[in-house]
């Protein structure tokens, strides 16, 4: 399994962004986002279910940033809104067939990360 996570770039805080994951759907799996800054560990950011299409989202995150789906392109869609500077890191996509907000190196597949630099 291979992800392929796309769309990072240098924004001014307030702008928008797009991050792409493709190859990310499979029936029962889950997807997700993470992202981990410069001396930071890596967190959950969003996370979506393939089958039906629920999703969750860290606190940090809620109402600014919405994660989506597009079952026929089996791609993975993460707008991230009203970036503020603390959204820069390196984002990740990432499956797995369990509680996607619980992925970790071990019992998930990730794809590279993409990077995302918010200026203030």
């Known amino acids: 399994v291979q992800l392929q996570a796309s769309g990072g770039g240098l924004v001014q805080a307030g702008d928008s962004l797009r991050l792409s994951c493709a190859n990310a759907?499979?029936?029962?799996?889950?997807v997700g986002w993470f992202r981990q800054g410069a001396e930071k560990q890596r967190e959950f950011v969003a996370g979506?279910?393939?089958?039906?299409?629920?999703?969750v989202y860290a606190d940090s995150v809620k109402g600014r940033f919405i994660i989506s789906r597009d079952k026929a392109k089996r791609m993975v869609y993460l707008q991230m809104n009203n970036l503020k500077a603390e959204d820069t890191a390196v984002y990740y996509c990432?499956?797995?067939?369990?509680?996607?907000?619980?992925?970790?190196?071990?019992?998930?597949?990730w794809g590279q990360g993409t990077l995302v630099t918010v200026s203030s």
């Open positions: 990432t499956t797995r067939s369990g509680d996607i907000t619980a992925a970790t190196s071990d019992n998930s597949y």
């Open positions: 759907g499979r029936t029962n799996y889950n």
């Open positions: 979506i279910t393939w089958n039906w299409g629920t999703t």
